[in-house]
């Protein structure tokens, strides 16, 4: 199998992964984001009270499982380059 074709194969496993991880975070913010607060804070032009109200705080751990998938992608992409150089 090509390199090519490997990281096709590859990115065909991890591209479905990333999909769902995505918009399972996406959820998970918007169960956490005070709407009434943040229009508040952006109508106020406060960007403190904003950041606080969409739940700043919690967005790195809400992601998380992406940053997982990306190095999954990385690692499978060495490896085929590995197997086809090597």
Known sequence: MSYQ????KAAGT???R?????FKSVRTMQKN????????A????NIAKA???SGESEVAK???PL????????????????KVLG
């Open 5 to 8: 074709d490997t990281m096709h």
């Open 14 to 16: 991890i591209e479905p």
């Open 18 to 22: 990333m999909h769902r991880a995505f």
């Open 33 to 40: 984001i005070d709407i009434e607060a943040l229009a508040l």
């Open 42 to 45: 952006i109508g106020e032009g």
């Open 51 to 53: 950041l606080k109200a």
């Open 62 to 64: 809400t992601f998380d």
């Open 67 to 82: 940053g997982g998938i990306t190095r999954d992608a990385f690692i499978k992409g060495g490896k085929a380059a590995a």
